[in-house]
């Protein structure tokens, strides 16, 4: 998917992905797919990870 968004999409900006902290089995499935944890947030009453691919991405705007 990730290969397909940066050479299809022009301009299609940076990949991410949000799940809430306490489902550990969505942070495992995007950690094993090279997703990288980025941020932290609070959102809808739970607090949320942000990730993005890893890698030599850019990912500093993220950030």
């Not at 290969?3 to 995007?30: D, I, K, M, Y």
Request: glycine share 12%; with cysteine; net charge negative.
């Amino acid at each position: 998917m990730i290969g397909w968004w940066t050479s299809e999409v022009a301009h299609g900006g940076p990949v991410v992905t949000v799940t809430q902290a306490a489902n550990t089995r969505s942070r495992r499935l995007l950690e094993s797919l090279g997703m990288v944890l980025v941020d932290e947030l609070d959102e809808h009453g739970a607090r949320q990870c942000l990730y993005t691919p890893g890698g030599d991405r850019d990912d500093s705007d993220l950030r």
